[in-house]
């Protein structure tokens, strides 16, 4: 997984991070395990969100 978040060039920390959120499981169908697929665009969106608010974590504890 580590390895196809970096060869789809998002963050491994956020990635991992939102699958731990999304807690994904043997009953899962396919098109809801291509939703948590590092290549998948809300993906992508899911991840820029993480970042944002990590960021804005950030800037408000200073």
């Given at each position: 997984?580590?390895?196809t978040?970096?060869?789809?060039?998002?963050?491994?920390?956020?990635?991992?991070?939102?699958?731990?959120?999304k807690?994904p499981?043997?009953?899962?169908s396919?098109?809801?395990?291509e939703?948590?697929?590092?290549?998948?665009?809300?993906?992508k969106?899911a991840?820029?969100?993480?970042?944002?608010?990590?960021?804005?974590?950030i800037?408000d504890?200073?």
């Amino acid at each position: 997984m580590v390895e196809t978040a970096k060869a789809c060039g998002v963050d491994v920390y956020y990635y991992l991070k939102y699958l731990l959120i999304k807690c994904p499981s043997s009953q899962m169908s396919d098109e809801e395990l291509e939703k948590l697929s590092p290549w998948n665009p809300k993906c992508k969106e899911a991840l820029d969100e993480l970042f944002r608010k990590h960021q804005d974590a950030i800037f408000d504890a200073m």
